[in-house]
């Protein structure tokens, strides 16, 4: 009686060989996977993501976990070596993108040195002395006053320096990793 055919079958990341990274969508950890149709079928390796519990309003039946729990077939290459340089680049590529986009996002709130700037103080509402009777009615219209206050805005796009709206790139823990996989 032969034995049922296990489609994916875990594999160990080669010692002295790249590393992979994180998952580029949830940030857990990646594995290496092993993959066939049948016993006599020729086999491909893809770098999966760990994370298969359900988060968010996923059904817990179809389609749960991270999206790069399965990939899509493109992950799938002949050798372990060229599923995790896939991987990693897709990983490289997917990050510097948020990270481009949240430059951008977040641009208003940066000044002419790249620091964030404080938001402009509400100012505070005058405090009424004890002594008067009609206290609480003043510090209800002066709060009624200050809510209406039109906003100001923090800084104007002309105010912004150039180097601000470009990306900036990754993290120095990937930029040493890629520098170092093209030396090899």
Same mark, same amino acid.
């Given at each position: 009686m032969s034995q049922p055919h296990d489609d994916y079958k875990r594999l160990e990341v080669p010692a002295g060989g790249p590393s992979l990274y994180a998952c580029p969508v949830c940030g857990s950890p990646a594995e290496l996977w092993q993959y066939s149709e049948s016993e006599?079928?020729?086999t491909t390796k893809a770098v999966c993501c760990s994370r298969a519990d359900p988060f968010g309003p996923q059904d817990a039946i179809v389609n749960a976990g991270c999206l790069l729990y399965m /990939?899509?077939?493109?992950?799938?290459?002949?050798t372990m070596r060229d599923a995790i340089k896939y991987w990693n680049a897709y990983a490289v590529a997917l990050m510097k993108l948020q990270r481009a986009n949240r430059w951008k996002d977040h641009q208003i709130l940066r000044d002419n040195g790249g620091s964030v700037l404080n938001t402009p103080a509400k100012p505070?509402?005058?405090?009424p002395p004890k002594h008067r009777p009609d206290a609480r009615r003043r510090v209800r219209e002066a709060l009624a006053d200050w809510q209406d206050? /039109?906003?100001? /805005?923090?800084?104007?796009?002309?105010?912004?320096?150039e180097h601000?709206?470009?990306?900036?790139?990754t993290p120095g823990a990937i930029d040493a990793a890629i520098a170092k996989e093209k030396q090899a």
């Amino acid at each position: 009686m032969s034995q049922p055919h296990d489609d994916y079958k875990r594999l160990e990341v080669p010692a002295g060989g790249p590393s992979l990274y994180a998952c580029p969508v949830c940030g857990s950890p990646a594995e290496l996977w092993q993959y066939s149709e049948s016993e006599t079928s020729p086999t491909t390796k893809a770098v999966c993501c760990s994370r298969a519990d359900p988060f968010g309003p996923q059904d817990a039946i179809v389609n749960a976990g991270c999206l790069l729990y399965m /990939p899509p077939g493109v992950f799938y290459k002949a050798t372990m070596r060229d599923a995790i340089k896939y991987w990693n680049a897709y990983a490289v590529a997917l990050m510097k993108l948020q990270r481009a986009n949240r430059w951008k996002d977040h641009q208003i709130l940066r000044d002419n040195g790249g620091s964030v700037l404080n938001t402009p103080a509400k100012p505070e509402a005058p405090q009424p002395p004890k002594h008067r009777p009609d206290a609480r009615r003043r510090v209800r219209e002066a709060l009624a006053d200050w809510q209406d206050a /039109p906003a100001q /805005p923090v800084i104007s796009g002309s105010d912004v320096p150039e180097h601000a709206t470009e990306s900036t790139g990754t993290p120095g823990a990937i930029d040493a990793a890629i520098a170092k996989e093209k030396q090899a």
